[in-house]
């Protein structure tokens, strides 16, 4: 398994624990303490996952989370104090894949780790095709009409997880079951905002979606082909 | 307000048929104009005035003319009575023709005399009752004489009055009549006047028509300057309410346009002071407000970081409590289970005090409550088990789905949910979903010991306990129900509260279906119908 876990954190002891409690599960985490050194430690340690917390001096956390996502699709997992709705909108939306809010146990941080560095393993080959979407499973390649398009892991789930029952529509609880792993539902607003990023990626106009439908009161579908 | 009216006419039948018999816009009209309220007001008002005014007017003027002509004609009369007398007593002889020929003279005579009273016609009687012979122009004008008078008149006295007399050639109208006995020793004569009233007539008929038309013109222009006043005053009323709603939206720069220094101008500055007031308290307001969210959110980022190292070091250290001694171990679990106890204390707090500083947001989607219920069980199910109470959910009817916000009435059925475990004494808690067209309602229903009476309204309360010296069993924060409470507030929802000591304890969750819209009813009773166990067993979900 996929290791390297680099921490974004400026409280020391916040980091320090979170380092015992990562290598006390097999990870490898190395640490920066500031905004602005964020990036550059980013692309010396080249993790294969991303913490991050929102509240950072020097740069903005949010800010920090763009600039990283904008150059690599590495899973981003936000620590976050605040629960308001605004800021973790605003954190999911410049890139992260999930949030963990504090005060949270280490199981807790430790299953959304896993969960997101688990994606893209053992998958079986497999093509798929939603709308004039087509999806390489195991190659994790999306194409319209032969453009690839740029998907994060995350994305890349939700799409296959709606493209492979293209009849089902799925409630956002069963979305945050079957791609984030959460067993009992969370919180849906992790639905609406990856739903809306995966529609500004792979929609031709994102306000007349054609590939992932909203069903009003109940959640989501793929579109027809 | 349409109630009220419906109410009030309903007690008077009649007054509700006439309004209803008016056209709709124009009771609407009358209703909000105040201008045409103030205006018609005046116009009546003013109309009765010139009506007793010209009537009295009238009266005297008529009063007067007819006095004047009465003494003219008086003195007319008394005049040719000496003239009639002075001719009669000439005549000594009895023989009848000459007599007639004197009477037949003297009349012609009288007639062409003038006189102050103008145009008349005189008439001669000669001998008593029905048999006296008339001396006059025309017969008409005799026959025109009314007996009453000529009653009087052979009564010895000399009399007048009104009367409708045929003056010939179809010229008939009103006359006044004065008649007196002539004293003489030959026979009964009796001699009248009769005066013509058409020119008075004439005159009175112009006096009431100037009266009339004068009378018209002032009502109408009263009923103008009433207008024209009303609408001087009411354009800056209407002003200030056209303002007073725009501040009301939130548009708190505007103001009201100050002219002049009269009492309008000083309402308009009153009321721009007023506006300028309010806009400052609210914006301090606002700024306490600002402040308060900004101290939340900064204690919220202080508190947390540390008490998530806290909490990660406890789990560490509870994760390895068996290499522990156990006086360690178990400090181990006391820290894990107070470190646990202290994030849910400040998590409510927090909460709390978002509300407090209303910054609370409603993100209200359509919901299925049914399936949100059954969700909220599955994850108490556990607390409840540890309690030995069983979670019975009444099952049956359709789907109930409300525009609400599915996180928040997760955190309200969680809560009530817990509260009913933790003073359920260990026996089932029942939850009820129920909705029609306009809400939706949730209720909880636990047999536990219940609640006093008074403390259906305390429950609310912040750190409020139902009875001190009972453990803290589930280690509730005190703060649940107020902030379920303020959750339900929230959706414009109704969370309330039944209990009997010893029967138990009912909370009633009531939300609209549609957001924002305004409860009227829960489709579900809040306190609960008699106890039907085997009925509630059935409903085991």
């Known amino acids: ?225 | 307000m349409r109630d009220l009216t419906g109410r009030v006419s309903g007690e008077l039948p009649e007054r509700r048929a006439r309004l209803h018999a008016a056209p709709a816009s124009v009771r609407r009209r009358w209703r909000r104009s105040l201008q045409q309220r103030v205006t018609v007001t005046t116009v009546l008002l003013c109309g009765v005035v010139v009506i007793v005014i010209g009537l009295i007017l009238l009266t005297q003027i008529r009063d007067q003319i007819l006095k004047v002509k009465r003494t003219a004609a008086i003195a007319q009369s008394i005049n040719g009575l000496q003239y009639a007398e002075s001719q009669l007593a000439a005549v000594d002889a009895i023989n009848g023709d000459d007599v007639r020929t004197t009477l037949d003279r003297t009349r012609q005579q009288l007639a062409e005399r003038g006189g102050p009273a103008g145009r008349f016609d005189v008439v001669m009687f000669v001998g008593v009752g029905d048999d006296a012979i008339p001396i006059a122009r025309l017969n008409s004008l005799a026959l025109s004489v009314p007996p009453e008078l000529r009653a009087e008149v052979q009564g010895g006295v000399q009399s007048y009055q009104l009367a409708t007399v045929d003056f010939g050639d179809g010229g008939s109208g009103k006359a006044l009549l004065v008649g007196s006995p002539i004293p003489s020793s030959i026979d009964d004569f009796e001699l009248y006047y009769l005066f013509p009233l058409d020119q008075e007539e004439t005159s009175l008929a112009l006096i009431q028509g100037t009266v009339l038309l004068s009378g018209i013109a002032l009502v109408l222009l009263v009923g103008g300057i009433g207008a024209t006043v009303a609408r001087l005053v009411v354009r800056p009323v209407r002003d200030a309410a056209r303002t007073a709603e725009r501040l009301a939206s939130g548009r708190l720069e505007d103001r009201m346009r100050v002219r002049g220094e009269d009492d309008l101008a000083v309402l308009a500055t009153s009321f721009n002071d007023m506006a300028a007031s309010l806009q400052l308290q609210i914006r301090q307001l606002e700024q306490l407000s600002r402040l308060q969210q900004r101290f939340t959110s900064d204690v919220s980022h202080e508190l947390r970081t540390p008490l998530t190292t806290v909490r990660m070091a406890a789990d560490v250290l509870y994760a390895s409590r068996e290499d522990f001694p156990p006086a360690v171990a178990r400090s181990t679990e006391l820290l894990q289970a107070e470190v646990n106890r202290f994030e849910a204390l400040l998590n409510d707090l927090l909460e709390i005090s978002r509300y407090d500083a209303g910054a609370a947001v409603l993100e209200a989607e359509p919901t299925d409550l049914r399936a949100l219920v059954d969700r909220v069980c599955a994850a108490t199910h556990s607390v409840a088990a540890r309690q030995g109470s069983e979670l019975v959910v009444a099952v049956g009817g359709p789907v109930v789905m409300a525009e609400a916000d599915p996180r928040r009435v997760e955190r309200i059925v969680r809560n009530l949910i817990v509260n009913a475990v933790e003073h359920g004494e260990g026996l089932p808690v029942e939850i009820a979903v129920a909705g029609d067209g306009h809400a939706a309602a949730i209720t909880v229903r636990d047999h536990g010991i219940g609640l006093k009476p008074g403390e259906a309204a305390q429950v609310f309360s912040r750190f409020w306990r139902a009875d001190p010296s009972r453990s803290k069993g589930l280690g509730g924060t005190g703060l649940g129900l107020s902030i379920s409470l303020e959750d339900a507030r929230l959706h414009g929802g109704w969370l309330q509260a039944w209990g009997e000591p010893g029967h138990g304890a009912q909370f009633r969750l009531t939300l609209p279906i549609r957001s924002g819209a305004e409860l009227t009813h829960s489709p579900l009773p809040l306190s609960p119908q008699p106890r039907l166990p085997a009925t509630t067993a059935g409903e085991r979900a």
Request: with cysteine.
């Open chain 1, 1 to 225: 398994m996929k290791g390297r876990v680099l921490v974004v954190d400026d409280d020391p002891a916040l980091a320090e624990m979170l380092g015992i409690v990562l290598r006390g599960e097999g990870f490898e985490p190395s640490f920066v303490a500031d905004g602005l050194r964020a990036v550059t430690a980013f692309r010396d340690v080249r993790p294969d996952l991303v913490l991050l917390d929102l509240m950072l001096p020097g740069a903005n956390g949010i800010d920090v989370c763009r600039t990283i996502r904008a150059e690599s699709l590495v899973p981003i997992v936000m620590l976050t104090a605040k629960s308001d709705t605004i800021d973790i909108v605003l954190g999911l939306e410049s890139g992260a894949d999930d949030y963990v809010v504090k005060p949270f146990k280490p199981k807790e941080l430790i299953a959304r780790v896993r969960a997101q560095l688990r994606r893209g393993e053992s998958e079986q080959a497999e093509n798929l095709s939603i709308g004039d979407l087509d999806i390489d499973v195991l190659g994790h390649q999306v194409t319209r009409d032969g453009e690839p398009i740029a998907l994060t892991p995350l994305e890349f789930d939700l799409l296959v997880a709606l493209g492979r029952k293209p009849q089902q529509v799925f409630t956002r609880e069963a979305l945050l079951e079957q791609v984030w792993g959460y067993r009992h539902a969370a919180d849906t607003r992790l639905v609406n905002v990856h739903v809306q990023r995966l529609r500004s990626k792979v929609e031709l106009d994102p306000e007349n979606p054609t590939v992932v439908l909203t069903v009003r009161g109940v959640g989501y579908r793929a579109g027809s082909q």
